[in-house]
Each structure stands twice: as C-alpha cells, then as structure tokens.
C-alpha cells in the first residue's frame, strides 16, 4: 500500500474520530463509505489496513460498510459521457483515450452509526 492509500485511509479514521468526540461516544459501531470504482483503494485493502490503524482507538472494530460509485467519464474528444469498461478509459464513441473522469475516484466517509 503506498503512503498516499494509507494517508486516505488515516483521513478517513481521524474524521470519525472527531465526529465521534463531538457526539460524547465511547465507540464507533460502523462506518459507511462511499468508493468509486476507479479508486486507488479496494475494500481488502482498506479493512486490512483499518484493523491496523485504528487499534486502540473508539474505532477498533468498528464494521466497514461500502456504497460502490459507478465511473463515469467523458471523451475529451468528442464530449460523449460513458461508462469505462473493466476501468480502461476508451471513447466507445469516437476511440479516443483521453476522457475526464467525472465520477468513479471517491473514497470519503459518509456517516458513522456510534455507541454513546
């Protein structure tokens, strides 16, 4: 995993944290995240990591549940929006390679469920 995967994931962890300071918990129960298809990180990685960083932390433990967000890019060529398939960014309209990606890159914390 490199530094910047585990930076997200430390990201992640320290939003919770506070999140669950300023309601008074005295742990996390679960964690909902929100990861687009293109991401850097997947699900194994980030549980595997998050039992590492979050030990000893009201965290620890905590269940991971994922919303999956579907990519979606558009053709830099000819503006056409579409789905990439198995993440290879090829126009389907005009075979273009170069596309901006409009959705599909997210990893972000989207509610936590706690113990107070």
Request: with cysteine.
């Amino acid at each position: 995993m490199s530094t910047r995967e585990l930076a997200a994931i430390q990201s992640i962890l320290t939003k919770a944290l506070l999140k669950a300071r300023e309601a008074g918990a005295v742990r996390i129960r679960t964690l909902q995240l929100a990861l687009g298809e293109l991401s850097e990180l997947d699900r194994d990685s980030i549980r595997r990591h998050w039992g590492e960083i979050s030990r000893g932390t009201p965290a620890e433990r905590a269940r991971l549940d994922f919303r999956s967000i579907r990519a979606e890019v558009q053709c830099m060529a000819c503006f056409m929006k579409y789905h990439p398939r198995d993440g290879e960014i090829h126009c389907p309209g005009c075979g273009s390679y170069g596309a901006k990606i409009l959705a599909g890159e997210e990893f972000n914390l989207e509610a936590i469920e706690l113990d107070e």
